[in-house]
């Protein structure tokens, strides 16, 4: 029998693909099993990776235990809430892809069912390991810059992404709750806590329409505001999602790391590539030293700290809480857009 802790793959499209990728590269974790309700795809999967594939997932969660000791779910956003209970009653450690699930009771469900369970249940906010957004947090916190009073965020999407994207039922709603989540969680590293939300939309029922253009300001409890600007619509292949940071000492800018990843910036490209750069007198850039890293590493890095809180050595910093939280901000800024009105954290719960 094969050493180390043994990671299912369920979805095995894009995010499931990398994530086999990834747990290739993590010591101590290898990849067990394949799942996907695409009976082609999880036989041909399963073979190329050489460990068994299920399309049955009811016998992949029957079998349970005696094949894996955790799973990453990496299904469409509606499928999220029901594939991890499923996995939870399995006896199976859990880490399901951004955004937790589509609305807040279904959050509440998963956590409930994890803490009854005894299971980890964590949520892949991987930019949340970005080490230039980690380097950009810690100078805040050691008060090598003052706190900024403003976030700014770009999240250009050239065209609609496709697929069950495109359908707000199974998306949870469009640009913002898909993609969007992590610019909500990467603006709470750097801000902290929102405290109120008011947004405006390109459609006053995202859940049902999907948004594909919208405006989020957040106000943050300690003070400061966000902009989160979002579009689908660029020309093809645009991604961008460029972070900005002014404080009354400095102001930062933080190539975005999927823009980075994917060489598909919405503006001319930075001389400086990856490099974060700042400026301190308002007149000349220079660039912010911080670790190199990429979109891809940052998910590894995702998997890796499920895998160490599922041995014990670390505690979640991407709890199902976390998740919750995140999906708590996002909700605001839809009700937000539908009432047209600013809505507080606390109003949602
Ligand atoms: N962290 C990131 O940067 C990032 C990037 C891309 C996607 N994601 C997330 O990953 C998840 C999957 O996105 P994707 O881009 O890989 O989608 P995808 O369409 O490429 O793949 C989804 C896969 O899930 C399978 N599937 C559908 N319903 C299923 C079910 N009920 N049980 C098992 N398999 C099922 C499909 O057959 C398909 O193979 C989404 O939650 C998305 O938000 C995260």
Not at 42 to 56: H, L, M, N, T, Y
Request: aromatic letters at 6%; proline letters at 4%; a negative charge.
């Amino acid at each position: 029998m094969q050493d180390g802790l043994r990671i299912g793959v369920i979805g095995l499209g894009a995010q499931g693909v990398q994530h086999m990728w990834g747990i290739g590269r993590i010591e101590g974790v290898r990849l067990a099993a394949v799942v996907d309700v695409d009976a082609e795809r999880a036989s041909r999967v399963a073979a190329e990776k050489g460990v068994p594939g299920f399309s049955d997932l009811d016998a992949f969660f029957r079998a349970g235990t005696e094949v894996v000791d955790g799973v990453v779910v990496c299904v469409p956003n509606k499928h999220h809430c029901e594939t991890v209970l499923q996995a939870l009653s399995a006896g199976l450690h859990v880490l399901v892809e951004k955004p937790m699930a589509v609305s807040l009771a279904e959050c509440d469900r998963m956590i409930a069912a994890a803490d009854a369970a005894e299971l980890r249940l964590m949520v892949s906010h991987n930019l949340l390991f970005y080490e230039p957004h980690r380097a950009v947090r810690d100078l805040i916190a050691s008060g090598g810059i003052r706190r900024p009073h403003l976030y700014r965020t770009r999240l250009t999407c050239g065209n609609m992404y496709g697929g069950w994207r495109d359908r707000a039922e199974l998306c949870g709603g469009g640009l913002l709750i898909d993609s969007g989540a992590h610019r909500f969680y990467t603006a709470r590293q750097l801000m902290g806590e929102v405290k109120t939300v008011t947004a405006w939309l390109d459609t006053d029922d995202p859940r049902r329409r999907g948004d594909e253009m919208g405006f989020v300001i957040m106000e943050f409890e300690q003070g400061g505001v966000g902009l989160i600007d979002s579009t689908f619509h660029a020309p093809g292949e645009t991604f961008d999602d460029l972070v900005e940071l002014v404080s009354r000492d400095a102001m930062i800018w933080i190539p975005g790391s999927e823009a980075e990843y994917l060489k598909t910036w919405s503006h001319p490209p930075v001389a400086s590539g990856a490099e974060v750069m700042i400026n301190r007198d308002g007149s000349r850039w220079e660039v912010l030293p911080t670790p190199r890293d990429d979109w891809a590493s940052s998910c590894v890095k995702s998997v890796a700290h499920f895998a160490d809180c599922i041995r014990g050595r670390a505690e979640p910093i991407t709890s199902g809480h976390e998740g919750r939280r995140n999906l708590a901000v996002l909700s605001a800024a839809y009700l937000s857009g539908m009432e047209r009105r600013p809505v507080s954290i606390e109003e949602v719960g």
